[in-house]
Nanobody, 128 residues
Framework: QVQVAESGGGSVQAGESLTLSCATS????????MGWFRQAPGKEREGVAT????????FIADNVKDRFIITQDNAKNGMTLQMNSLTPEDSAMYYC?????????????????????WGQGTQVTVSS
């Protein structure tokens, strides 16, 4: 089994930055595709960014691509999400997911995380 755990959320002012961290444990082959998803109250879950372990192929959603950076974190067998210039619209519960889907699908933007291993989420609140 794969376990997933997020950390690093918090409350910040608009324009500030936060870095989220995701750690995984268990067989790597079951979690080579890792991604960040977020869900705000009353809204559907949306994909934010993904990365494929090893080759580093990434996907960043259009609405955050100029502000967010996803990187692999080998020490935690996971990844980090550097979020800059945050706005109130970025406020949401952020979830880390990991799965064994292939690199192309992982970095296509089409991966929804259905059936993946999920963390409990970390809250990000941005005040104006």
């Amino acid at each position: 089994q794969v376990q997933v755990a997020e950390s690093g959320g918090g409350s910040v002012q608009a324009g500030e930055s936060l870095t989220l961290s995701c750690a995984t444990s268990g067989p790597h082959y079951k979690s080579d595709c890792m991604g960040w998803f977020r869900q705000a109250p009353g809204k559907e879950r949306e994909g934010v960014a993904t990365i494929y372990r090893g080759i580093g192929a990434t996907f960043i959603a259009d609405n955050v691509k100029d502000r967010f950076i996803i990187t692999q974190d080998n020490a935690k067998n996971g990844m980090t999400l550097q979020m800059n210039s945050l706005t109130p619209e970025d406020s949401a519960m952020y979830y880390c997911a990991a799965d064994a889907v292939g690199a192309s699908y992982c970095s296509s933007g089409a991966w929804t995380g259905d059936g993946a291993y999920w963390g409990q989420g970390t809250q990000v609140t941005v005040s104006s």
